[in-house]
């Protein structure tokens, strides 16, 4: 195993979308979205446990939930969890992971993961990545994952790459977020686009070179912090750094504008697990086509999803795409596939009802 | 107050088309289905105190059910709550109390009446009921009490009188339990039929008269132990009675085969909560024809009843006519209308879940 092999986690989310079931105080993350008796963070960590000496996995949260993370993960130690005093997207949370480890070890090479995602064939994922990393060691490129679409999703960003090699490893074109569903018809059609995972690889110095170029304020902010990086000054630092820096994606303030972004094609069952029909799509369904997760019985219903407590029996009728989430002390059941509506459902909970039921 | 007028309460019922919201240990008649801060039974026994003396009043229900009766009406003592060992409908927990009741006062007018209908006007209602039993008093008759019918309901028996008199009491002519909806709209329109409420008034002779015309066994079996009531022989002896007696409803073994049936004209606003649809029809509704007794919001949902536990949260979408109940350890989410639906599903749940979500 490559000493200088690094993986960052990214943890920090609030997975609104899986709203009831996963809550502020209990976001998607730290749930067993699978139902394979782990959360989708002990997952990852499993996963990438493979791939770099156990103390090279940082994981990014939020204060509010460093005792859930230690708690789900006790292999590490808490400097290993980094912190953010609030949140501001990815740019600042990779920022952070990627000075503190730089600061550590100059020759650093790392992957960027989001907590929250599902990966069905693992061991092809580990060697994808551990390909990559080798290949970014001494190479000046930022490297993303990329999916091999097998429908034209709505939800995913896509990324178009050249055609111009056999390597797996391709330059990227072009980067599309969310396209309308004929234009994504027309990506998957075309077959130079692959979905973008959000998952990174790429060597210290070549990220922090990308801060310095695309996002230079971002950059400046942690370059003035390194000494305290690693020291016990570095939590006051980076509440400082915090308190001024502004929200932004690393798609958007950096992989979408600089010109050494190349993506490695794979096919490894990726889901972003976004929403709640992500989450049919990749559970076991009963011959109506229905997911249930609960002491059940459903009469004359299809293509819906049931959630519910353990010890609670659950009996449904007439429901078709429908989603039935019973959550603690609160009940949802609406239509599954309008994810728009479910969140303009919690928006009016929380203003109706208040932020103690989201 | 006529020390002579009795009443007697049957709360034997377990209400199971209420499910969930009623269970096998918390039947309709405890439950304070109306959202007025008193259970059926309790308003039952309020709305009966201003016709009798408070000694007079009988409640017959199993012997399950005997300590919910005393919690819930302390005004009582324990010998005016009948037990019965097991449920024999109507007939069998009437003779009960008639022979009880007769031992006790030969002189004696009942009221028998089921604890678990709603009376809208209560004040009229005990106009009639006195009058009633005033004018059975003397008369050797057996009086039912009809309520005018608003809607050709097929849940409910109909009754269909003499028009011989300007009096409201008027000799019954047929008894027809749930006709088909044709018939029943035939019978609204004809003008002679009213909704049997299952009331009944009458003097002690002249039903223990018709269970020894009716049903001489049945009468043959407390006559025989009319000795031992009022006594601390009861208990045993009841049970005796019960381990051989029938099963038969005071309708059917009395009532529509009896010559000296007569029944009060009223309109009362009575219901006999029967169904989840008669509940709907009785509660205060939204702007969208929804009963909401939860903390709940509703979007695009009509003609729809919403039950949940206090403190939840209830999120509904895309449901018209639905009922949605959640009540301890069972959510139901079906159609509303369909009583033999939901009945069929409670055999169900019982066959595959077991009795304790019954």
New interface residues.
Partial sequence: MNNHFYVVIMAGGIGSRFW?YSRNNRPKQFLDVLGVGASLLQLTFRRFRNICPIENIYIVTSEAYENAVLEQIPEIFKDQVLLEPTRRNTAPCIAYASYKIRQKDPDAIMVVTPADHAIIKESEFIEVLKHGLQYAQDREILITLGIHPDRPETGYGYIQFHFDSENAIKKVKTFTEKPELELAKKFIESGDFVWNAGIFIWNVRTIIKAFEKHLPELAELFENITGDLNSEKEKKAIQKVYSVIKIISIDYGIMEKADNVFVILTDVGWSDLGSWASLHDIKEKDKNNNVIEA?A?A?ESGNSIVI?PK?????????DG?L?A?CD???????KDNEA?IRA?VK??RN??GDK?I
Avoid at 329 to 335: E, F, G, T
């Fill in positions: 009831p002491n019985l009469y519910g010890g609670k029996l659950i009996v449904i009728e007439g429901l429908y039935v019973d002390d609160v009940l949802l059941i609406c239509k509506r459902y009016d909970v109706k009802k039921y």
